[in-house]
């Protein structure tokens, strides 16, 4: 599937960093340049490394303090100037070559306001332009990062769900590392441009001592969202019976709503001597010829069994990784199952018993499935992508976070206002 990628604020351009470093590494091309970040960070953008300079936007740099502070605490503030500058944004969605794509991936924090407010936006200015789908990843605050984001999260996390075809979240909270579980969030806590004017209790996070921690966490999210959308585009790949088509990924997503996503991965057994040299140089070295007799492996009936018994494993795996959003499976509408690695491992046996299993299991009756075959592969991979979960428990705590939070500013500002008068 083509895709263009989209950040907007300081979480989703490191995303959206990330995925282009994950395609690039990995040998696929599902976005071919179609990047664009947009964000309110003064005075240059976090961590641009895959993006060219022509293809970053900022807005809403009037707004900025003599500190060197910006718009990013107040969603509202974000959303009216994203209004504002519409025609810059418009101007910046002519380096994209809609004609190539077959949708549109808007990545963003949803406890910011530069992420959760213009991001919203944002969909909405493409909707106007764009009749390919729209699709959003929305990244939950955790807990450590205080009420005030919560509270932005649950007000941006319903304005995304209303706006974009579907919403593909990530919850901080699950995925932040365990050594830096006090400490904060996936990618946003590393850059003060982030911080809101929330007290420091609301803030108590040691920003330098998280580090490679988010780094990891993006790693992550990029690779399932990579694994996902960019099926049978690695270069030069292998055509199969079963191979993912875009319609497919399409079709899955079109219940709207917020979906998840689980993912497992099995390394292979390698062969030794000449052949196994070859693959490893041909894997390192794009330039390096790939000659087919390195990847040809004699297999047997046996092997065929325990191809198929570790493709039915996998499967059972990733519904029950620990998954982007944690929820109850069985409340998806529909799901769909995607298997890379060689084509002499993916066994269609495994295949087909992996998906009765998931429908079964998940009790969900659509499960569509296919493979993207990849004869470098050292591993065998299977993600999952849940759509429309209903049953998510993460949510209701923001929710409820975000309401606890509304009724302690206006117990505030009534005391506030009896002292003032007073």
Same mark, same amino acid.
């Given at each position: 599937?083509?895709?263009?990628?989209?950040?907007?604020?300081?979480?989703?351009?490191?995303?959206?960093?990330?995925?282009?470093?994950?395609?690039?590494?990995?040998?696929?091309?599902? !976005?071919?340049?179609?990047?664009?970040?947009?964000?309110?960070?003064?005075?240059?953008?976090?961590?641009?490394?895959?993006?060219?300079?022509?293809?970053?936007?900022?807005?809403?740099?009037?707004?900025?303090?003599?500190?060197?502070?910006?718009?990013?605490?107040?969603?509202?503030?974000?959303?009216?100037?994203?209004?504002?500058?519409?025609?810059?944004?418009?101007?910046?969605?002519?380096?994209?070559?809609?004609?190539?794509?077959?949708?549109?991936?808007?990545?963003?924090?949803?406890?910011?306001?530069?992420?959760?407010?213009?991001?919203?936006?944002?969909i909405d200015q493409l909707k106007e332009? !764009?009749?390919?789908?729209? /699709?959003?990843?929305? =990244?939950?605050?955790?807990?450590?990062?205080?009420?005030?984001?919560?509270?932005? +999260? @649950?007000?941006?996390?319903?304005?995304?769900?209303?706006?974009?075809?579907?919403?593909? +979240?990530?919850?901080?909270?699950?995925?932040?590392?365990?050594?830096?579980?006090?400490?904060?969030?996936?990618?946003?806590?590393?850059?003060?441009?982030?911080?809101?004017?929330?007290?420091?209790?609301d803030h108590d996070v040691d920003v330098?001592?998280?580090?490679?921690?988010?780094?990891?966490?993006?790693?992550?999210? @990029?690779?399932?969202?990579?694994?996902?959308?960019? @099926?049978?585009?690695?270069?030069?790949?292998?055509?199969?019976?079963?191979?993912?088509?875009?319609?497919?990924?399409?079709?899955?997503?079109?219940?709207?709503?917020?979906?998840?996503?689980?993912?497992?991965?099995?390394?292979?057994?390698?062969?030794?001597?000449?052949?196994?040299?070859?693959?490893?140089?041909?894997?390192?070295?794009?330039?390096?010829?790939?000659?087919?007799?390195?990847?040809?492996?004699?297999?047997?009936?046996?092997?065929?069994?325990?191809? +198929?018994?570790?493709?039915?494993?996998?499967?059972?795996?990733?519904?029950?990784?620990?998954?982007?959003?944690? !929820?109850?499976?069985?409340?998806?509408?529909?799901?769909?199952?995607?298997?890379?690695?060689?084509?002499?491992?993916?066994?269609?046996?495994?295949?087909?018993?992996?998906? /009765?299993?998931?429908?079964?299991?998940?009790?969900? =009756?659509?499960?569509?499935?296919?493979?993207?075959?990849?004869?470098?592969?050292?591993?065998?991979?299977?993600?999952?992508?849940?759509?429309?979960?209903?049953?998510?428990?993460?949510?209701?705590?923001?929710?409820?976070?975000?309401?606890?939070?509304?009724?302690?500013?206006?117990?505030?500002?009534?005391?506030?206002?009896?002292?003032d008068s007073q």
């Amino acid at each position: 599937m083509k895709l263009a990628v989209i950040g907007v604020g300081n979480a989703g351009s490191r995303i959206t960093n990330q995925i282009l470093d994950f395609e690039q590494s990995t040998g696929r091309n599902f !976005c071919n340049g179609n990047t664009l970040l947009i964000n309110s960070t003064p005075p240059e953008f976090d961590a641009p490394e895959h993006v060219p300079e022509e293809r970053r936007l900022t807005i809403g740099d009037v707004y900025w303090d003599a500190d060197g502070s910006d718009i990013d605490g107040d969603p509202d503030l974000a959303a009216e100037i994203a209004r504002e500058e519409k025609n810059d944004i418009i101007r910046a969605f002519d380096l994209i070559e809609f004609h190539e794509i077959d949708g549109i991936l808007v990545a963003a924090g949803l406890g910011r306001g530069t992420g959760g407010g213009a991001g919203a936006v944002v969909i909405d200015q493409l909707k106007e332009i !764009c009749d390919d789908p729209i /699709y959003a990843v929305g =990244v939950l605050p955790s807990d450590a990062e205080g009420e005030q984001p919560a509270l932005t +999260a @649950a007000r941006t996390l319903q304005s995304y769900v209303a706006k974009a075809d579907n919403v593909i +979240a990530f919850d901080n909270d699950e995925w932040q590392d365990a050594d830096s579980a006090s400490v904060g969030r996936l990618d946003d806590s590393a850059g003060e441009d982030e911080r809101d004017d929330t007290t420091e209790d609301d803030h108590d996070v040691d920003v330098e001592s998280v580090g490679s921690g988010f780094e990891n966490t993006n790693v992550a999210l @990029a690779e399932r969202l990579v694994t996902l959308f960019a @099926a049978g585009e690695f270069r030069n790949s292998t055509v199969s019976e079963n191979r993912m088509d875009p319609s497919d990924i399409i079709r899955t997503l079109d219940t709207g709503g917020i979906s998840s996503i689980g993912f497992a991965s099995s390394d292979l057994k390698q062969a030794g001597g000449v052949r196994s040299w070859v693959r490893s140089m041909s894997t390192r070295f794009s330039w390096m010829p790939d000659p087919d007799w390195a990847y040809e492996t004699e297999t047997d009936d046996d092997d065929a069994a325990t191809d +198929a018994a570790k493709i039915n494993r996998l499967v059972r795996e990733a519904a029950q990784s620990k998954l982007t959003l944690p !929820c109850e499976i069985s409340s998806a509408d529909r799901a769909l199952v995607v298997l890379t690695g060689p084509s002499r491992t993916l066994s269609r046996k495994g295949f087909e018993g992996g998906r /009765y299993w998931l429908e079964r299991e998940a009790d969900i =009756v659509e499960v569509m499935a296919g493979d993207e075959p990849n004869e470098k592969s050292s591993s065998l991979t299977t993600v999952i992508l849940f759509s429309n979960v209903t049953d998510v428990d993460r949510i209701e705590e923001i929710q409820q976070t975000a309401l606890d939070h509304q009724e302690s500013l206006r117990t505030d500002g009534a005391k506030l206002g009896t002292a003032d008068s007073q």
